[in-house]
Structures are given as structure tokens and as C-alpha cells.
T-cell receptor
Framework: EAAVTQSPRNKVAVTGGKVTLSCNQT?????MYWYRQDTGHGLRLIHY???????EKGDIPDGYKASRPSQENFSLILELATPSQTSVYFC???????????FGEGSRLIVV | GEQVEQRPPHLSVREGDSAVITCTYT??????FFWYKQEPGASLQLLMK???STEINEGQGFTVLLNKKDKRLSLNLTAAHPGDSAAYFC???????????WGLGTSLVVNP
């Protein structure tokens, strides 16, 4: 069974603070993704990666950075968190075109 | 670029009734489609993967129909039960990368 784990699961951050969301996958998948989910917007792609050392901008990358130091780990970094970044963030991994994405359990971030 | 329109955004049915969720897409070269289910407060789980060459796909208690002429994908739940209450998302995999184009989701409520 594919396994994607995220941490932290819940986070309250102050405006202007730095937030790092971490994702680990044990599937040996090349591709990893960060999405945010907001009511009325569905899933929106922030950053993704094709492998260790690579990061690509998704559809809404502004205000976010990503880091893929290894095959297993993919982090999402908010250098200066803002209340508009309050959301649920999902990490996913997949092997390529036509392959299923496996999602983590989500990280709920509240920026106050 | 490719777009996916999902309808309806909300759907409420009685237990035992059928429920239909429809996604229309724009790119005739779409190769794969996915349906994901998200129970309240949980992650997204794959419901079904659909290949563009297969018009009818059946799972446990549901059928997915693909009409390539009309570029329409539909999820048909037969005899819905309260455990089907969840958000459902369709996704379109266009081209030879694994980026997905997502519908905005349908919130399904099945009342006893």
C-alpha cells in the first residue's frame, strides 16, 4: 500500500512567520505534489517535483517555495505566512503519466 | 489550456436513490481520467481510474461512463447509501506528464 505522510497535521502560525510543511513517501515515486484545498476552489497545485533536486511551479506558486532534497521527502515552505494561506494542504506522490496519485492525510494550517 | 467542469457542486439524495456526477473536459487528447472520493476531514482516495479507450467502467456500486464524442465523464452511483456521503472529484491527465486537471468537486449527501 502506498504511503504518504505529512507533518504537522495541524499548525497555527502567526502572520509573517515561517512555516514548513513536510511530506514523506515510501513508494519510491518520482513525482511529488503540493496542493491546497479551499472551499469553492477544489484542489490547486502549488509546486511539484519530478525527482530529487527538482522543483517546478504549479498553478499558484506565489508565496510558496518547495524543496525536494531526496526521493522520499518534499517540503513546502512559507517564508512569510499570511492569513490568505490559511488552508488545508495535501501532498501527493505518483509515478508518472496515467499513474494514480497517492495523497497524504493533509495539513491544516491557520495563519493568524 | 485544458479545463474540467464538474457538476453539480452539491447533491442530496435519499438512501437507495441513484446519483450522477458529471465532468466535461475540453482536450480531445486526454488519456486518463480519475475519480477520487474524499470523506469529511479525510484525504483523497482513488475510486476509479478510467482509460480513454474504455467507455464503461464498473466498480462496487457505481459505474463510470466516458462519452468521448461529448467529452463527458460521469460517475453513476446506484442505490446510494449513507456511506457514500463524501466529496467526489474528477481529474483529467492530459499529455505525457502526470499533472492532473481537477474538477471543483461535488459534495454528495445521502440521507437515510
Amino acid at each position: 500500500e502506498a504511503a504518504v505522510t505529512q507533518s504537522p497535521r495541524n499548525k497555527v502560525a502567526v502572520t509573517g512567520g515561517k512555516v514548513t510543511l513536510s511530506c514523506n513517501q515510501t513508494n519510491n515515486h518520482n513525482n511529488m505534489y503540493w496542493y491546497r484545498q479551499d472551499t469553492g476552489h477544489g484542489l490547486r497545485l502549488i509546486h511539484y517535483s519530478y525527482g530529487a533536486g527538482s522543483t517546478e511551479k504549479g498553478d499558484i506558486p506565489d508565496g510558496y517555495k518547495a524543496s525536494r532534497p531526496s526521493q522520499e521527502n518534499f517540503s513546502l515552505i512559507l517564508e512569510l505566512a499570511t492569513p490568505s494561506q490559511t488552508s488545508v494542504y495535501f501532498c501527493a506522490s505518483g509515478q508518472g503519466s496515467g499513474n494514480t496519485l497517492y495523497f497524504g492525510e493533509g495539513s491544516r494550517l491557520i495563519v493568524v | 489550456g485544458e479545463q474540467v467542469e464538474q457538476r453539480p457542486p452539491h447533491l442530496s439524495v435519499r438512501e437507495g436513490d441513484s446519483a450522477v456526477i458529471t465532468c466535461t473536459y475540453t482536450d480531445p487528447n486526454s488519456y486518463y481520467f480519475f475519480w477520487y472520493k474524499q470523506e469529511p476531514g479525510a484525504s483523497l482516495q482513488l475510486l476509479m481510474k478510467v482509460f480513454s479507450s474504455t467507455e464503461i467502467n464498473e466498480g462496487q456500486g457505481f459505474t463510470v461512463l466516458l462519452n468521448k464524442k461529448d467529452k463527458r465523464l460521469s460517475l453513476n452511483l446506484t442505490a446510494a447509501h449513507p456511506g457514500d456521503s463524501a466529496a467526489y472529484f474528477c481529474a483529467d491527465n492530459v499529455g505525457d506528464n502526470s499533472k492532473l486537471i481537477w474538477g471543483l468537486g461535488t459534495s454528495l449527501v445521502v440521507n437515510p
